[in-house]
């Protein structure tokens, strides 16, 4: 039976690209029921649009506090009957409210190999510090940093300091990962 996921996005969503493709090529036993964004004019809304997905495009600002939003986010995602949450470029903290009711079932996708630069610069901060194996981690998603139980990591050596290579490859690096691990967590 097709489980119903969610992937939240704040960005460009080629992550969401990867799911929402896999899942309609039959390659994931999920079908992607619903987005939901922190912006309403990224790329990712439009992506959604494409696929004909559902999608929570929302403003935080038009919110009095996290907890209302994340409130919203919990009824659609109640609604939606969805059994697991990708996060996939969503660049907010998790709140409590999202916590409660979802913990357990939200991972996350992160271009570092964790627990090795946690936060919104990772690629930079590796290419800072020199590293000759890159890499990207998915893990679960709980009250700190990028400090969730690691699902799955995958390395790649690069003796260089191209960022938009860097990237690429990275991204490249990511989108099997998180679809083998979705997966995974859905047929195990
Ligand atoms: C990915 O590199 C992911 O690791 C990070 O944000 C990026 C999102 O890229 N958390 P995209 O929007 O999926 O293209």
Redesign the pocket.
């Known amino acids: 039976m097709k489980r119903r996921i969610a992937v939240f ?1 704040s ?6 690209e990867a799911i929402a493709t896999a899942a309609e090529r039959g390659e994931l036993p999920a079908e992607v029921v619903l987005v939901v964004s922190d912006r309403p004019s990224a790329e ?1 809304v439009a992506r959604a649009a494409r696929h004909g997905i559902p999608c929570f495009a929302f403003t935080p600002k038009a919110y009095a506090s996290k907890a209302d939003y994340e409130r919203e986010i919990v009824a659609r995602l109640d609604a939606a009957e969805v059994c697991l949450v990708c996060l ?2 969503y660049m907010r903290l998790v709140g409590e409210t999202l916590l409660d009711a979802y913990g357990g079932r939200i991972i ?4 570092s190999l964790l627990p090795a630069f946690r936060g919104a610069h990772a690629v930079e901060q590796a290419i800072e510090a020199g590293v000759k194996v890159f890499g ?1 981690t998915v893990h679960e998603v709980d009250r700190s940093l990028d400090g969730g139980r690691i699902l799955a990591q995958r390395a790649f050596e690069y003796d260089g300091s191209d960022r938009a290579e860097i990237e690429r490859r ?2 490249a690096t ?1 989108y099997p990962l998180y679809v083998e691990t979705i997966r995974r967590l859905l047929t195990e």
């Open positions: 996005a960005g460009t969503g080629t992550n969401f990712v996939a470029g996350n996708i992160h271009p990207v990275i991204h990511e």
